[in-house]
């Protein structure tokens, strides 16, 4: 477990689990919605890791958490329309569903080329992000009954074993996100969540 200040990341302690990121390692980390389980969106077996112990069937996809929207670009198909809906949004508590482009690893695709990128407003994973100069894969942290867990001391419980590093960022009061596909330009609201989804309905 490394605590880390959650309003002003010591930079010392984002590059220690960055360190872990780059050795394939996999880690359980604050966003602004939930605590997020990831590793590096390059790490393969990571990936694999990840389905595995989350008992996570192979045909959901999962998604990543990018920088900023210049990094969106790299990895997906990102049209006049969808970045200056995301630019209004981001970072915030949204999952945008976009055309992956050819970097996005395949594993994480399964049923089709479309993949879910977040630029959560938090800033231990945005500097973690920035710092690992990657996306960092990101699915939900649950209880074997399906809960989200907000609280690092009831995560460790759960999931100490599982993983190479758990980072403390505090408490938070867990809220998936809203997820909302851009796909072709129509917007489909696929999850209702913590994002206010009223400007598109």
């Excluded at 939900?140 to 009831?154: M, Q, R, W």
Aim: glycine letters at 8%; one cysteine or more.
């Amino acid at each position: 477990m490394l605590s880390i200040n959650s309003q002003n990341p010591q930079m010392r302690l984002i590059k220690k689990a960055v360190d872990v990121l780059r050795d394939g390692g996999i880690i359980i980390y604050p966003t602004d919605t939930v605590y997020g389980l990831g590793c590096d969106l390059s790490n393969k077996k990571g990936i694999e890791k990840i389905y595995e112990i989350k008992r996570r069937n192979k045909k959901q996809p999962l998604s990543f958490i990018c920088s900023d929207l210049k990094h969106i670009s790299q990895y997906a198909k990102v049209t006049d329309y969808a970045y200056k809906t995301m630019k209004r949004l981001l970072p915030g508590s949204y999952t945008f569903i976009l055309e992956a482009s050819r970097l996005v690893p395949k594993i994480i695709l399964p049923k089709r080329p479309t993949t879910g990128i977040r630029v959560p407003d938090n800033n231990i994973c945005m500097a973690m992000v920035r710092e690992l100069g990657q996306p960092i894969i990101s699915t939900s942290v649950k209880t074997a009954g399906g809960e989200d867990l907000g609280n690092p001391y009831i995560i460790e419980e759960y999931w100490g074993k599982l993983v190479d590093l758990i980072i403390d960022g505090g408490n938070i009061i867990p809220e998936p996100s809203s997820v909302i596909s851009l796909v072709d330009d129509n917007i489909e609201i696929l999850r209702i969540g913590k994002g206010d989804v009223s400007a598109f309905i």
